[in-house]
C-alpha cells in the first residue's frame, strides 16, 4: 500500500531555518511528480513546491527561499526551508501522483494528486 509519511515540522522562529522530509514507500513505481502543499485553518490546501525528473516548480510566496529535493535513494523528498516567516504558519502535506510529470500550471492543484501523506505542523513565531 502506497504510503507517504513527513517528519521534520516544528517551531521556529522567524528568520530561522526548517528541513521536512516525506519519506515514500509502497509505490510500484517512483510517482511522475511530488510535491509540498500547505493548509491553514479554514482554508484550503496550496500548493508550494513540487519536484519531477525534469523540473521543480515554486510558488512565488517561498521562491528563493525554500528548495525541493530528493535523494539519492528516490523515496525521499524534502523541503529546505530558510528564512521562514509567520506566515509560512501551517500544516505541510506531501502529495504525489502516480502518473503525469508536474507543471507549472497544475503543480499546486491538490486535486492532480492521489496520494497525500497525514501532514506535519510548522509554527513560525516572532
Known amino acids: 500500500q502506497e504510503q507517504l509519511v513527513e517528519s521534520g515540522g516544528g517551531s521556529v522562529q522567524a528568520g530561522r531555518s526548517l528541513k521536512l522530509a516525506c519519506t515514500a514507500s509502497g509505490f510500484r513505481w517512483k510517482p511522475d511528480c511530488m510535491a509540498w502543499f500547505r493548509q491553514v485553518p479554514g482554508e484550503g490546501r496550496n500548493g508550494v513546491a513540487s519536484?519531477?525528473?525534469?523540473?521543480?516548480h515554486y510558488a512565488k510566496s517561498v521562491e528563493g527561499r525554500f528548495t525541493i529535493s530528493l535523494d539519492n535513494t528516490e523515496t525521499t523528498l524534502t523541503l529546505q526551508m530558510n528564512n521562514l516567516k509567520s506566515e509560512d504558519t501551517a500544516k505541510y502535506y506531501c502529495a504525489a501522483r502516480q502518473s503525469g510529470y508536474c507543471y507549472s500550471d497544475d503543480f499546486d492543484v491538490a486535486d492532480r494528486f492521489d496520494h497525500w501523506g497525514q501532514g506535519t505542523q510548522v509554527i513560525v513565531f516572532s
Open positions: 519536484f519531477d525528473a525534469w523540473n521543480t
